[in-house]
């Protein structure tokens, strides 16, 4: 709360009138206007059916679709092992999240312990990828508010974090470094110091966005008293994330249900006063911080031990073991064919992403791959407060309401 509430007295100062959206006759001829499917500002491939009044929103629509790619219908026909680097692309900038949700949900049908070593590898993973995803909103956001520069800097940190994801699993993107029963690897030599050396560095990078932007007279016309949407409105259609805490909510399942150890680390929840798009946009930046602290006392806090569960039934044998062993041999070979079975049941297990709760739904029918597979995908339900966010704004709020939104179409979509 104290960092939301910093930003907006450092932006006091600045005269900023309230917007009205005076109509000189009730009688103007509406105007449909199509939005996409293909336009810079739409973060994505979404089309928005916009109702307009002169400059003024009327009414909005939005058309979905256009990136679908029926995985959830093809996890259905993979086994457990294989869903994992096939969840991870649909929200493509929260990939180590869609891999956490899902692995999750398996890993309590078959109530598989999994080690602290791992849980806290986990924790730093998921919020450097909290930290990327937000640097990728907000560079792709002050582009549509003309803050041009803010990209190239936002970039510049997203890729001494991809270098990290790669350092630590040997890909930049879709790592598939979440595995059922713990991590992939553990980290290698010179890992921690990279990721330490980020982190002593971050805070002031922060701070950095914060001396371009909250006395940026244009950008806080763009975004302070614009669109603003009540809690109850937010509760009422399912909103969560960052969106429901900016208009107060702190409601945030880290601390709300806790999964991975997330209780074993202090860190504050952000929360604004205004629901507004500065409330929106002065969240995600303190976010970023505490995600900062988190990651920072994993790696204080690491502990020794195992990396993934020893249950030889899910987990591959170690590398070594396989020019040696021909057990070790005979299982990696039908586990990464056959795969292993999954007790009959079924289990949603929430988390919370960038924007805001996902969660995956996993029921099984005592096979090798999973009956049913859904993802509840926060892009998708928050989509639904953009009309009410908008109506009777003008189609320029609108732009910097969607970006605000931060919506991931391949999340979306699925």
């Known amino acids: 709360m104290s960092e939301v509430s910093e930003y907006r007295r450092q932006e006091e100062s600045v005269d900023l009138s309230v917007r009205t959206q005076p109509i000189e006759s009730p009688e103007q001829e509406l105007l449909t206007l199509n939005m996409g499917p293909h336009h810079p500002a739409t973060h994505g ?20 679709g256009y990136v679908h790619t029926g995985i959830e219908k093809t996890a259905e026909d993979k086994s457990y092992w294989k869903v994992i680097p096939v969840v991870e692309r649909m929200d493509y900038l929260a990939y180590y999240f869609n891999a956490m949700a899902f692995c999750g ?57 991809l270098d990290l994801f790669e350092m630590s699993s040997g890909q930049r993107m ?11 690897e553990d980290i290698p030599s010179g890992w921690e110091a990279k990721c330490r050396a980020f982190l002593a560095d971050m805070p002031n990078r922060i701070d950095q966005y914060g001396d371009l932007l909250n006395r940026n007279e244009i950008v806080l016309r763009r975004l302070r008293g614009v669109c603003p949407l009540d809690e109850q409105t937010l509760l009422d259609l399912g909103v969560t994330g960052p969106l429901l805490r900016a208009a107060g909510n702190p409601w945030d399942l880290r601390k709300a249900a806790p999964y991975s150890s997330y209780d074993d680390f202090e860190f504050k929840i952000p929360v ?7 409330d929106r946009y002065a969240v995600r930046v303190a976010e970023m911080k505490e995600s900062v602290k988190i990651v920072q006392q994993a790696l204080d806090g690491l502990p020794e031990g195992p990396y993934i569960t020893d249950d030889r039934k899910v987990a591959l ?23 292993f ?26 096979s090798s791959k999973p009956a049913r597979v859904h993802m509840r995908d926060p892009s998708f339900v928050n989509l639904q407060a953009t009309a009410p966010m908008v109506r009777d704004a003008y189609i320029a709020d609108l732009i910097a309401t969607l970006a605000m939104l931060d919506p991931i179409l391949g999340g979306i979509d699925r």
């Open 45 to 64: 491939v979404l089309r928005l059916l916009v109702t307009l009044e002169g400059e003024v929103v009327r009414d909005l629509k939005p058309v979905i």
């Open 317 to 339: 044998p170690p590398r070594h073991e396989l020019a040696t062993s021909m057990e070790a041999l005979i299982h990696h070979f039908k586990l990464v064919t056959e795969g």
């Open 272 to 278: 604004g006063t205004q629901g507004d798009n500065y």
């Open 174 to 184: 879709h790592t598939r470094y979440i595995q059922v029963g713990g991590v992939f």
């Open 105 to 161: 949900a398996v890993e309590t049908l078959l109530d598989l312990e999994i080690p602290k070593r791992a849980q806290y590898l986990r924790v730093i993973h998921l919020e450097l990828n909290r930290i990327m995803s937000h640097l990728v909103w907000l560079g792709t956001s002050a582009l549509d508010l003309g803050a041009i520069s803010m990209f190239w800097y936002c970039f510049r940190e997203r890729e001494t974090i």
């Open 341 to 366: 079975r999954v007790p009959p049941g079924e289990v949603y297990y929430p988390i919370e992403g960038p924007r805001g709760e996902l969660a995956c739904f996993v029921r099984s029918d005592g």
